[in-house]
């Protein structure tokens, strides 16, 4: 199996003229089994810039969204529409849809900002998964990923709408991308809201493969408290990954002090980064 991946959406951008950057986060992925898009950014960057990067949206087999806030969904219906001649299927959790909120900007609406039934009636196809999901050979989905270490704690400014008002968001539809590859797990995040040591580990068990070759996406350290940093990249370094690759939500100080403790097994995944394994 080799894998490719072609970033298209991210907070930076450099030396890829016409390339836009934007908050989010999306990733095109060509692999032997089929091309796929994972997240879809915030909207404003994903047509542009695939066609600067000369990746063809058309071509993907399926569309897989990380979670629900609207910095991995905003570009669905671009997306969703670029493939208007056949159903795409789109790869979620049921709970794609939930009605997340943030609230240090005064109950800012972050979910999907288009209705099931438009995605729908533009030919999306959803798929639900909660498990750890095969969806090509070697191409695994996380599901919902158990949150067991005693450090990696969600956001407290992350809200969801219910009956009984706003109550946290432990974004539990949080799921990755993992590979199987000759060299060991290839493996995406989206956000890293389950964790990022709890994703890495939950990835090696259900395989019952060891090494893990390469990480990219966000990271989700920024907003955290400095104990979890220092235990996150601690845990980082005991799989002894071949390369780390960070992106978006892992913030600009974390980013730093990721490229001092990995040296040149690190890279930041901007817009236009191509990742090969």
Not at 121 to 132: E, P
Request: charged share 20%; hydrophobic share 40%.
């Amino acid at each position: 199996m080799t894998v490719k991946v072609t970033v298209l959406s991210e907070n930076t951008v450099f030396g890829n003229l016409g390339a836009i950057a934007e908050h989010g986060w999306s990733v095109f992925i060509e692999t032997d089994h089929g091309n796929y898009l994972f997240d879809t950014g915030q909207g404003k960057a994903l047509l542009n810039n695939a066609s600067v990067l000369k990746k063809d949206l058309s071509t993907i087999k399926g569309i897989i969204l990380s979670h629900h806030h609207i910095d991995h969904t905003g570009g669905l219906m671009d997306a969703v529409k670029a493939v208007a001649s056949k159903e795409i299927d789109v790869y979620c959790h049921p709970d794609i849809f939930k009605d997340g909120y943030l609230t240090r900007s005064d109950y800012q609406h972050i979910g999907v900002p288009f209705s099931k039934a438009a995605l729908e009636s533009n030919g999306a196809n959803f798929t639900y998964n909660t498990a750890f999901t095969e969806i090509a050979p070697t191409i695994y989905l996380s599901g919902e990923v158990p949150r067991l270490t005693d450090f990696e704690f969600g956001d407290t400014d992350i809200v969801v709408k219910s009956n009984e008002g706003y109550i946290k968001d432990e974004v539990m539809d949080d799921q990755s991308i993992i590979i199987k590859t000759p060299k060991g797990l290839f493996v995406i995040l989206g956000c890293s809201h389950a964790g990022i040591i709890n994703i890495l580990n939950y990835a090696m068990k259900m395989t019952g493969e060891e090494r893990i070759h390469t990480v990219i996406g966000g990271t989700h350290l920024w907003t955290v408290s400095e104990d979890q940093k220092e235990r996150s990249i601690k845990g980082l370094k005991e799989f002894e990954l071949e390369r780390l690759g960070v992106s978006h939500c892992t913030g600009f100080e974390v980013s730093m002090r990721l490229a001092r403790e990995f040296g040149d097994k690190f890279f930041h995944c901007n817009v236009g980064t191509v990742v090969s394994v």
